[in-house]
């Protein structure tokens, strides 16, 4: 009967990675592949970072705001719902759902110290206007459950306090990819525990063992990461601008 | 690839995204002042369905949606409880909004937005003023333990309510009791409570820790309230009908004790304590004012309104008092009486009516009796029932800023 997170609609909504990689019609349209899609949400997470830094708010807020954003494009166009809009709302939302709020002209004036480029630029009213629509497109879900929670108490008892840092770390990058749509967060806290310790070189298999997962799917999980690294290094600025300069064209 | 066992992922839950207009139902009347709006009793008109809509007031709001309704409406969604009303979806209004020039400019959200509840028949108070409504012990006990129940699932998910009172009590014909307005309602947890707002709950229900302007509390607040709910319906009206907090801590004091180090350990270190403090000593009478209470009903009301938050007794505990468990027992919600709908808001609109008829036929007499004007004014204790929010600064020394509530 608790609302945990196995009773919550955050579960229940978990998806598939092949009903997270889907790029609407209306950004197919416009040249957009996956990778681009791929490539735009996760610019859009670490522009999402940026906005925090700036306005000041605990990590907490930055996932929440990340997780709204790409639960968002599961469901709605990039054409529809541009991302440079989108990202600094689902931040203005995430910050008083997570009780951390942040005004609605300081993030306006943020984000034009941010970005120069007026296609960047944004009225108060236009992020308001954009609360609403993704307040409905969320289906006012608005609890996220995040693996930071279950994070010390996981390293406290696999004896691996000293790799805290890299995993809180490792843990922040992981919003730069689709996991917290996909895998319960618990399992992506112990796919980055995990990494920590071939990173590090620590014994863990004994650990892991006894915990009683799917061990598989935090192996998947941690491969999925590794990954990630390796392909983030070849994604430039010029790669990055051209799939958002796909999103400006006009059919 | 995801881990949920199968049919547990729930992907026929609402199949299409975003939300249905508010012309799906159709307003029947007005039954209640929510938090932050209206409430109407409204039928669906595709199933005939009867259910109430809260408006949540967007006008004057210049931070976008409020966040009272994001905390509303995330702990709706997260609890799930038989004895706590059901959210079942949200609902918006095309607003006619135009702009300058007359079109219309495309935000359809100005027109508002709608939380659909579930309709129930009564709210608590609305019930209890009903002319000659007298509430038998077995449907006292079965109230006093569904409203424990629901505020134990509340408390233990984490969630303190913080406007506890008769008119957020919902009970429906079948003898339910759901508790609603989670309006001021917020998550706590109990490694970092503290900077919460003083500033909740209804004056009459509000917890001397409050009071005294503590900003560190739990879910002993929301237990006060049930205290002084549960000594309303043996009293038969409300115990600390307080005007102001002055008064209203006065009033505490009366029956329950002044507080001090040895019956309350800290009290003194809470911000307004010296100010409040009174001059005279004053001793716990509730046993004294009570005594005609049943051995068990005052043993329990006791621990629930214990001054120190840290003594009073929990919602747990409480389901375990004697009282619950001697006869006689509480009875089947099921074998309660059914009644005509009544609401608080209702009772109210219709003694108003009511007074204003007897007023107009009183001025066609020669002579209106002083005493009836002033209890057109005051003396009906339930027409001059408080609001949590209409209990704002009422006080120079209350008038410390607070942008929005915490």
């Given amino acids: 009967m608790a609302a945990n997170f196995w009773t919550s609609s955050h579960y229940k909504q978990l998806l598939d990675q092949e009903e997270v990689d889907v790029v609407q019609p209306l950004d197919r349209e416009k040249g957009i592949t996956l990778e681009d899609f791929k490539i735009i949400k996760m610019h859009m997470a670490n522009y999402i970072g940026r906005l925090a830094q700036s306005v000041k708010v605990r990590q907490r807020v930055v996932a929440t705001a990340v997780a709204y954003m790409r639960r968002v494009y599961t469901r709605k166009s990039m054409t529809e719902y541009d991302p440079r809009l989108v990202a600094p709302t689902c931040l203005y939302l995430a910050s008083k759902a997570e009780e951390s709020t942040v005004q609605a002209r300081l993030l306006v004036f943020y984000i034009r110290k941010i970005y120069l480029d007026e296609r960047y630029r944004y009225e108060i009213k236009d992020i308001l206007e954009m609360e609403m629509k993704i307040l409905e497109a969320l289906n006012y879900y608005l609890v996220v459950f995040h693996p930071y929670r279950a994070l010390p108490q996981l390293l406290q008892d696999a004896g691996m306090n000293d790799v805290t840092q890299i995993c809180w770390g490792l843990v922040n990058d992981t919003y730069k990819m689709d996991l917290i749509l996909i895998h319960p967060p618990h399992l992506i806290a112990l796919a980055c525990i995990y990494v920590a310790s071939v990173l590090k070189d620590k014994e863990s298999t004994a650990w892991f063992e006894e915990l009683r997962v799917e061990m598989n799917v935090v192996k998947n999980i941690a491969m999925e990461i590794l990954d990630f690294y390796d392909s983030h290094k070849m994604i430039t600025e010029e790669r990055i601008n051209a799939s958002m300069n796909k999103l400006a064209l006009r059919q | ?406």
């Fill in chain 2, 1 to 406: 690839m995801a881990i949920a066992v199968p049919g547990q992922l729930n992907v026929s839950e609402s199949p299409s995204w975003g939300s249905r207009s508010v012309d799906c139902f159709e307003k029947l009347e007005q039954i209640g002042e929510g938090t932050y709006g209206q409430v109407y009793m409204a039928r669906e008109i595709k199933t005939g369905e009867i259910v109430a809509l809260k408006k949540i007031r967007m006008d004057n709001e210049r931070e976008g949606f409020p966040i009272t309704a994001i905390r509303e409406i995330k702990i709706l969604k997260k609890l799930h409880h038989e004895n706590v009303i059901k959210l079942k979806e949200i609902v918006t209004s095309p607003g006619a909004e135009k702009d300058e020039q007359g079109r219309p400019d495309g935000n359809k959200y100005k027109g508002g937005i709608y939380m659909v509840f579930e309709y129930m028949d009564h709210d608590l108070t609305g019930l209890a003023d009903r002319p000659g409504m007298r509430f038998s012990v077995p449907q006292i006990k079965c109230y006093m333990r569904q409203l424990l129940t629901g505020l134990h699932y509340c408390h233990v998910n984490q969630v303190l309510h913080r406007d506890i009172k008769g008119s957020n009590l919902l009970i429906d014909n079948e003898g339910n009791l759901k508790l609603a307005d989670f309006g001021l309602a917020r998550s706590f947890s109990n490694d970092h409570n503290g900077n919460l707002t003083n500033r909740v709950i209804t004056l009459w229900y509000r917890p001397p820790e409050l009071l005294l302007g503590t900003t560190r509390y739990g879910p002993a607040v929301d237990m006060w309230s049930v205290g002084c709910i549960f000594a309303e319906l043996l009293h038969g009206k409300p115990i600390f009908p307080g005007k102001d907090e002055p008064e209203q801590l006065n009033k505490i004091f009366e029956l329950c004790g002044a507080p001090d180090e040895s019956n309350w350990p800290g009290v003194s270190k809470i911000p307004w304590y010296n100010n409040f403090k009174p001059t005279r000593p004053m001793k716990r009478r509730l046993r004294e004012v009570f005594r005609h209470f049943d051995r068990h009903a005052l043993e329990l009301l006791e621990r629930m309104l214990a001054l120190d938050p840290s003594q009073r007794i929990s919602a747990k505990d409480a389901l375990d008092a004697e009282y619950f468990w001697t006869d006689p027992l509480p009875c089947d919600p099921k074998s309660l009486p059914k009644y005509e709908s009544s609401h608080e808001f209702q009772t109210k609109k219709k003694r108003q009516q009511q007074r204003q008829h007897e007023e107009t036929a009183n001025a066609k007499t020669p002579a209106p009796t002083a005493a009836h004007s002033t209890s057109a004014n005051s003396a009906d204790w339930s027409s001059t029932r408080p609001n949590a929010t209409g209990t704002e600064p009422t006080h120079a020394r209350f008038s410390t800023p607070s942008s929005c509530r915490t």
